[in-house]
C-alpha cells in the first residue's frame, strides 16, 4: 500500500505535502519533479489518498482502509485519474478527455485529482490545451504533473503550478558525469549562433557535409538543446521569471534571438522539435529533419 512513509529519503518535500493537508491549503496545480525512481509518483499518489481519505491518521498519512483510499490504490476512484504516454506522447485528445470530465463536480470525494505521469511527453498542442484549463481550474480539480525532465515542459505551463523537488543527494561520480553534457550543450548553441549570423537557411546550404556530420550523428542531443534553447526563448518573450531560463549565461544572445520570432512562432518550432525523436524512429534521414529544422527557423 503506498503511503507518505514508502517515500523514504524524501522528507523535506513529504514534509511540504503533509504540511498542505493538515493546513487543509490544497491548491489546484502541482509539479512534481525528480530523477526516475526518485517516489515522486508514489508521493503523488499518497498526497492524492490523503486529499480525500475519510480517516487521515495522526500524522496526516491516508489511512489505507477507507473506500476511497482503497480505490485510489486499484485505480478504480472515479474521482481520480492517472494520465500517462501513450506512445511515447501525452496527445491533445488525452488532455481534451480531462476537460471533458473535469468541470464535473467530484461523485465521491471532496477533490476530483488527475496526475499527469511523465508530463513532459506532451505535445505543445497538449500542453497548450493544459494551459487553458490551469487558467481556470474549477474549485473542486486537483492537477498534479509528474515529470524528470521539467527543462522541457513549457515554461508557461510550469509557472502555473506549485512545485515540489524530489531531490537525492547526487553522487561525485553523478556530478562529474553530467559535466560533458554541457559542453554538448554549448557546441550546439555556438552551431546555430554561427548559422544565424551567417543567415541560417544560406548557412546550412553552403557548409560543408562534414559540418552538418556533427550535428546530424547526434541529433537527438542536438534537439534536446534546441529545445532548451526554444524554451528559453519564450520565457524571455513572454517576460517569465529568469529563474526558468537554461541558458541564463547566454542572455544577450537569447534576447537578440527572441526579436526575431513571435510566441506563436517559438511554439510552432517547439513542436516540429518535440516530434524529432518519434520521426527517428521512423527511420527519416537526419539531415532531412535538420533542414526542416533549419526552414522553420531561418530567415
Ligand atoms: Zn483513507
Redesign the pocket.
Known amino acids: 500500500m503506498i503511503n507518505f512513509d514508502n517515500t523514504v529519503e524524501l522528507k523535506k518535500s513529504v514534509q511540504i505535502l503533509k504540511n498542505l493537508i493538515k493546513s487543509d491549503k490544497i491548491g489546484h496545480a502541482y509539479l512534481f519533479t525528480g530523477r526516475e525512481g526518485s517516489g515522486k509518483k508514489s508521493a503523488a499518489i499518497a498526497f492524492s489518498?490523503?486529499i480525500?481519505?475519510?480517516?487521515?491518521s495522526e500524522n496526516y498519512n491516508?489511512?489505507?482502509?477507507?473506500?476511497?483510499?482503497?480505490k485510489i490504490e486499484k485505480e478504480i476512484h472515479p474521482d481520480f485519474q492517472i494520465i500517462f504516454p501513450i506512445n511515447s506522447i501525452i496527445s491533445i485528445d488525452q488532455i481534451r478527455e480531462i476537460k471533458k470530465v473535469i468541470y464535473w463536480p467530484p461523485l465521491e470525494s471532496r477533490k476530483k485529482i488527475f496526475i499527469i505521469d511523465d508530463a513532459h511527453k506532451m505535445t505543445i498542442p497538449a500542453s497548450n490545451s493544459l494551459l487553458k484549463i490551469l487558467e481556470e481550474p474549477p474549485a473542486f480539480a486537483v492537477l498534479i504533473l509528474i515529470t524528470s525532465k521539467p527543462e522541457i515542459l513549457l515554461p508557461t505551463v510550469i509557472s502555473r503550478c506549485y512545485q515540489i523537488s524530489f531531490k537525492q543527494a547526487k553522487k561525485a561520480n553523478e556530478l562529474a558525469a553530467e559535466q560533458p553534457v554541457n559542453i554538448e550543450q554549448n557546441k550546439y548553441i555556438d552551431w546555430l549562433l554561427k548559422a544565424k549570423s551567417a543567415k541560417m537557411i544560406h548557412y546550412f546550404f553552403s557548409v560543408q557535409e562534414k559540418e552538418l556530420n556533427v550535428i546530424t550523428d547526434s541529433l537527438l542531443d542536438f534537439t534536446e538543446v534546441m529545445i532548451l534553447w526554444f524554451r528559453d526563448i519564450l520565457v524571455f518573450k513572454l517576460g517569465l521569471p529568469q529563474e526558468l531560463l537554461s541558458f541564463s549565461g547566454q542572455i544577450d544572445n537569447i534576447v537578440e534571438f527572441a526579436q526575431n520570432y513571435s510566441p506563436d512562432k517559438i511554439m510552432q518550432v517547439l513542436d516540429y522539435l518535440t516530434q524529432i525523436p518519434e520521426r527517428m524512429e521512423q527511420h527519416i534521414n537526419p539531415k532531412i529533419l535538420l533542414e526542416n529544422f533549419i526552414m522553420q527557423i531561418g530567415d
Open positions: 489518498k490523503a480525500n481519505c475519510s480517516n487521515l491516508p489511512c489505507n482502509h477507507c473506500s476511497s483510499c482503497l
